[in-house]
T-cell receptor
Framework: DVKVTQSSRYLVKRTGEKVFLECVQDMDHENMFWYRQDPGLGLRLIYFSYDVKMKEKGDIPEGYSVSREKKERFSLILESASTNQTSMYLC????????FGPGTRLTVL | GENVEQHPSTLSVQEGDSAVIKCTYSDSASNYFPWYKQELGKRPQLIIDIRSNVGEKKDQRIAVTLNKTAKHFSLHITETQPEDSAVYFCAASFGTGFQKLVFGTGTRLLVSP
């Protein structure tokens, strides 16, 4: 069965903290993605990766970085969290169809 | 630029009615158009998709149509049921070689008994 997991369902951090969100997939997919979901704005692509150690900027990469050291794991890093990064973060992996993780609701105070 | 517009943002229907959600895309090279359903508190899940070499695809009560000339595609749900209530997202592929998806802003469908 397809499985994409994310390290936390809920996370509360303070402004300026470094935040790590982790995503793991067990489907041997080449492609992995990080989105943020905000009401009325849909899913917006932050970064994606099509191979180990490869990464590409999506539509809203500012304030974020990523790491893909192993095929199954894709991490999203907020170097210095800000209140406007409060959002739902969704990870996905794909060969063609994208499978989503359960999401991490991040609140930055 | 890469853009997908989705309408309406909210849609209320009575059980048994049909529901139609429409999307337009900006890149004539887009060739893959999936639809995702997201129930409250859950992850988005693929419900149907269509490729550019096909004009229509059906799966039980759900169908998707694609008009490449006009660059729009639509989701049709017939005989709606309360469990169809959810947010629906359309998406279109962009890019050559590796393709990414750009999503619409979502439609909240409410089916009343």
């Amino acid at each position: 069965d397809v499985k994409v997991t994310q390290s936390s369902r809920y996370l509360v951090k303070r402004t300026g903290e470094k935040v790590f969100l982790e995503c793991v997939q067990d489907m041997d997919h080449e492609n992995m993605f990080w989105y943020r979901q905000d009401p009325g704005l849909g899913l917006r692509l932050i970064y994606f990766s099509y191979d180990v150690k490869m990464k590409e900027k999506g539509d809203i990469p500012e304030g974020y970085s990523v790491s893909r050291e192993k095929k199954e794991r894709f991490s999203l890093i907020l170097e210095s969290a800000s209140t406007n990064q409060t959002s739902m973060y969704l990870c996905a992996s794909s060969m063609m169809e994208q499978f989503f993780g359960p999401g991490t609701r991040l609140t930055v105070l | 630029g890469e853009n997908v517009e989705q309408h309406p943002s909210t849609l209320s229907v009575q059980e048994g009615d049909s529901a139609v959600i429409k999307c337009t895309y900006s890149d004539s090279a887009s060739n893959y158009f999936p639809w995702y359903k997201q129930e409250l508190g859950k992850r988005p899940q693929l419900i149907i998709d269509i490729r550019s070499n096909v004009g229509e695809k059906k799966d039980q009560r759900i169908a998707v149509t694609l008009n490449k000339t006009a660059k729009h595609f639509s989701l049709h749900i017939t005989e709606t049921q309360p469990e169809d209530s959810a947010v629906y997202f359309c998406a279109a592929s962009f890019g050559t070689g590796f393709q990414k998806l750009v999503f619409g802003t979502g439609t909240r469908l409410l089916v009343s008994p």
